[in-house]
């Protein structure tokens, strides 16, 4: 079964500091989202992504974070200037079209800020 | 800002035994329900609601939406160590977003 891979698996990183978290969504995919999970906590939404653009962005999602879609396979999420909070499992996931509901999550990047 | 409330937060039972979870929301442009598993890191699709009143099942897990009550639940039949994970609620509303509540831990055991 075709799946959402992200890399890396960890990350650790100083304070401060700049951090790119990649995923390569489902090939037929259209629809790509960004969620994080800080240990204990909720799945959090931080942003959603169509065409280009971002069509859907939480309150976390701030000037710190951006996304793109910089070749035909890959979605990152840049996090510059890491903060300690930032420190959490982000997972990508994408859908064929944003009606069905029916997400596909990949395995996640836990993010340590130190 | 709108609310998945779940409930139990945690819940322990033996392998064998049914289990029903909750899921309430509050509605601004509602689309559907939706849960998913997540048992060691990336959650995983269960099932997707939208309309009242009509199970959904698949083998021992089954849930419905009741719109009026603002509310889901799960179950789960003939529990086994295998189920035990956690178990999240999401609501999507009309713009796509989709937002999970706290999750119920749920652990079967032996």
């Known amino acids: 079964e075709p799946e959402v891979t992200q890399t890396p698996s960890h990350q650790v990183t100083q304070m401060g500091q700049e951090v790119i978290l990649r995923c390569v969504p489902i090939?037929?995919?259209?629809?790509f989202y960004w969620y994080r999970q800080i240990l204990g906590q909720k799945v959090e939404f931080l942003v959603s992504?169509?065409?280009?653009?971002?069509?859907?962005k939480s309150e976390i999602f701030d000037d710190q974070f951006s996304v793109e879609r910089p070749d035909g396979s890959n979605f990152t999420l840049k996090i510059r200037s890491t903060k300690l909070e930032d420190s959490a499992m982000y997972f990508c996931?994408?859908?064929?079209?944003?009606?069905?509901?029916?997400?596909?999550f990949g395995s996640g990047t836990q993010l340590s800020v130190l | 800002e709108d609310k998945v409330v779940q409930s139990p937060l945690s819940l322990v039972v033996h392998e064998g035994d049914t289990v029903t979870l909750n899921c309430s929301y509050e509605?601004?442009?509602?689309?559907?329900l939706l849960w998913y598993k997540q048992e060691k890191k990336a959650p995983t699709f269960l099932f997707m609601l939208?309309?009242?009143?009509i199970e959904k099942k698949s083998g021992r897990l089954s849930s419905i939406l009741d719109k009026k009550e603002l509310s889901s639940i799960l179950n789960i039949t003939a529990t086994q160590t295998g189920d035990s994970a956690i178990y999240l609620c999401?609501?999507?509303?009309?713009?796509?977003?989709?937002?999970f509540g706290a999750g119920t831990r749920l652990t079967v055991k032996p």
């Open positions: 509605v601004t442009n509602f689309r559907s």
């Open positions: 999401a609501r999507r509303d009309n713009n796509n977003d989709m937002r």
């Open positions: 996931a994408s859908s064929v079209t944003p009606g069905t509901g029916k997400l596909f």
């Open positions: 939208t309309s009242s009143g």
């Open positions: 090939s037929n995919h259209l629809y």
């Open positions: 992504f169509y065409n280009n653009e971002i069509s859907e």
